[in-house]
């Protein structure tokens, strides 16, 4: 959690650096009379743009301070973890890129939350470090680019999971030594990790059942 944080914290300063850049535009060229409104105007949409920006990343980082209540909302929980990872995934694109791209392709992403909230019985830091751990061994091992998350209810009663909430996790396979470090997490915990080709399922106990 706070390697997550210090490396949210670095990718900040960017949309910081924009706002204040634009915004001395839009003081300069208005201090001089210099320039019609729409020209000044797409500088101040810009510095809008960055602002908002800036302002889902400080709130996430605000909510992984917050400890979480019980029972855990696990969407809730995963948002602010995605949103700094999704900056993260972006920003090494976008520096990593050898033909000038701007490193859209590169996400980490949550599924809509819909109409459905799905709560769990898991003590509440446990919840967050499964889900922490999960994800940062998809981000790292995303091939080519994207991780996709979800959560969603699923009985699966010939393994004794019915009524599990799930996490999904969908990228390439982590290495081992990052499937370790998932499951030390989560050990001796009421969440149980499956991993599939294509990423990783985080079964919890649904809020309510035995």
Do not use: Y
Request: glycine share 8%; net charge negative; proline share 5%.
């Amino acid at each position: 959690m706070q390697s997550l944080a210090d490396r949210a914290a670095h990718e900040i300063r960017n949309p910081l650096n924009g706002l204040a850049l634009n915004l001395e535009v839009v003081r300069s060229r208005a201090a001089r009379g210099a320039g019609d409104l729409a020209s000044i105007g797409r500088f101040a949409e810009s510095a809008s743009g960055e602002m908002e920006r800036a302002a889902e990343l400080v709130q996430a980082l605000l909510e992984l301070a917050r400890p979480l209540a019980a029972p855990v909302d696990l969407w809730s929980a995963l948002r602010p973890m995605v949103v700094l990872h999704n900056a993260i995934a972006v920003a090494e694109a976008s520096r990593g890129s050898s033909d000038g791209g701007n490193g859209d392709t590169a996400a980490v992403t949550l599924e809509p939350r819909g109409d459905a909230v799905f709560t769990v019985a898991a003590d509440p830091m446990l919840s967050r470090l499964a889900l922490a751990a999960a994800l940062e061994a998809a981000a790292k091992a995303r091939s080519p680019t994207h991780v996709s998350c979800s959560v969603e209810a699923r009985d699966d009663g010939e393994r004794g999971r019915d009524g599990r909430v799930v996490a999904m996790l969908r990228c390439a396979a982590p290495a081992p030594p990052l499937q370790d470090v998932v499951r030390d997490t989560i050990e001796g915990g009421d969440v149980v990790l499956e991993m599939t080709p294509d990423g990783m399922t985080l079964f919890f106990r649904a809020a309510g059942r035995d």
